[in-house]
């Protein structure tokens, strides 16, 4: 597409964590405060960082901004660093009291969701040997492929590492018809509990009455 030559795509890197988290931050922290909205959203990076052995990210050519990224995880061992990065920011969210529960609150959607993905490991069903754990574009890049180029990059990983499948994790936040219009098939559905992890308002999955959460997987060979 001819959009996608005008955005470079290369690795993540540790300078790139605060501009990921930051769009992180737009897409799904958007009813926390400034503060607070930084904080879950940097932790919640720093989760998904920690079980990432892949990566691919979206730049815009002239400004440098981040447009998208799309973390994938095939089974290495998790990175100390990040682990010991999301640490120190539990300490500094839990040293604020008036942040702290709506901090937890939405990371408690990242518990929910490694829940269920070892859920799915461990019952070897489809796509179980890889997990794309992020896929962020952001609005900016609208019409310039670049969630399907990312995803792209994530889905000729998995065949080049030797996986037969890989699989997801998303919401009633996200537009899964991106993924079924890309073929994947929905293995699972979970209701979560709005009180126990808010989820911004959506057609499907207002605030206050929970939300679907589901994994999608695909056989790449």
């Known amino acids: 597409m001819k959009g996608q030559n005008q955005v470079v ?39 998904y960082l920690a079980e990432t052995d892949w990566s691919l990210l979206a730049q815009h050519p002239q400004t440098g901004a ?6 994938l995880h095939q089974g290495g061992a998790p990175h100390e660093r990040w682990l010991a990065r999301k640490q120190e920011l539990l ?11 709506d901090v937890m609150r939405d990371i ?11 859920e799915y490991v461990a019952s070897g069903q489809v796509g179980c040997e890889a997990e794309l754990k992020l896929l962020i574009v952001s609005p900016a890049a609208q019409g310039l492929g670049v969630g399907w ?3 792209g990059g994530a889905k000729a990983q998995v065949a080049e590492a030797g ?3 890989f699989f997801l994790l998303t919401d009633d936040s996200c537009d ?4 079924e219009h890309k073929k ?17 308002p959506t057609e499907s999955g207002p605030q206050g009455e929970g939300f679907n959460m589901y994994v999608y997987a695909q056989e790449v060979r």
């Not at 981040?66 to 973390?71: R, T």
């Open 66 to 71: 981040v447009l998208g990224a799309a973390l």
């Open 163 to 165: 996986c037969r499948g």
């Open 91 to 101: 300490a500094e969210a839990r040293a604020n009291k008036g942040l702290f529960g």
């Open 9 to 47: 795509f290369r690795p993540f890197t540790e300078k790139d964590f605060e501009a990921l988290a930051a769009l992180f931050a737009q897409q799904w922290c958007s009813e926390l405060n400034d503060e607070a909205a930084r904080l879950a959203s940097q932790i919640d990076i720093c989760t």
């Open 184 to 200: 994947l098939l929905r293995m699972e559905t979970r209701r979560i509990n709005a009180v126990e992890a808010p989820c911004p």
């Open 149 to 151: 180029r990312l995803f």
């Open 176 to 179: 899964v018809s991106f993924y």
């Open 108 to 118: 408690s959607v990242i518990d929910e969701e490694a829940a269920l993905g070892a």
